[in-house]
């Protein structure tokens, strides 16, 4: 049962533009979402997270917005830069010491 | 210096026979975690160790078992391997364990089960 779907398994983005990577849950308890990055032969890296009672967070170039309604959130990425290439992972929890779910990780290249 | 290491980084083994991976983070985290990313890419917990005490078990095989003799070590254990367990496994930590909580990876170590 995939609870965290990243239905889009690749996605192509020409350098300086916008990259927008998508993720829909299906579990209404989850309270906490988070995006990893992940380089070939590296374990993931935290880029940027957001709790349920946000629609939005930034950091930088990286901004995550949340849409409880649709059980859908969204990481965009502004502008991309060729080292942004890698793969990315959506992942949610309902909070406290439960589990945290991941997707199945979207690869972003981003073209020079 | 590395956060949080794994030995080894690939290991190839028969079916049958029992291996271990270690990690060890310097960051002086007080939970530690497992991982299991299969041929599907998907990137599953298998177990959470807050100071020394388990706190999450998934469902896995009980051939799989986690050792953690101090906070900064969580070692995996796995009997009688199979082919199904092929995978890369990784390990992470957290400063708690509260799943709001970012996780610090390790590079991960692919196990290939012949």
């Known amino acids: 049962d995939q609870q965290v779907k990243q239905n889009s398994p690749s996605l192509s983005v020409q350098e300086g533009r916008i990259s927008i990577l998508n993720c829909d849950y299906t579990?209404?308890?989850?309270?906490?979402f988070l995006w990893y990055k992940k380089y070939p032969a590296e374990g993931p890296t935290f880029l940027i997270s957001?709790?349920?009672?946000?629609d939005k967070n930034e950091d930088g170039r990286f901004t995550v917005f949340l849409n409880k309604s649709a059980k859908h959130l969204s990481l965009h990425i502004v502008p991309s830069q060729p080292g942004d290439s890698a793969v990315y992972f959506c992942a949610a929890s309902p909070g406290g010491y439960q589990k945290v779910t991941f997707g199945t990780g979207t690869k972003l290249q981003v073209i020079p | 210096d590395t956060a949080v290491s794994q030995t080894p980084k690939y290991l190839v083994t028969q079916m049958g026979n029992d291996k271990s991976i270690k990690c060890e983070q310097n960051l002086g985290h007080d939970t530690m975690y497992w991982y299991k990313q299969d041929s599907k890419k998907f990137l599953k917990i298998m177990f959470s160790y807050n100071n020394k005490e388990l706190i999450i078990n998934e469902t896995v095989p009980n051939r799989f078992s986690p050792k953690s003799p101090d906070k900064a070590h969580l070692n995996l254990h796995i009997n009688s391997l199979e082919l199904g367990d092929s995978a890369v496994y990784f390990c992470?930590?957290?400063?708690?364990?509260?799943?709001?909580?970012?996780?610090?990876f390790g590079p991960g170590t692919r196990l290939t089960v012949l």
């Open positions: 992470a930590s957290s400063p708690s364990g509260t799943s709001a909580s970012e996780q610090f």
């Open positions: 579990n209404s308890m989850f309270d906490y």
């Open positions: 957001i709790s349920s009672i946000k």
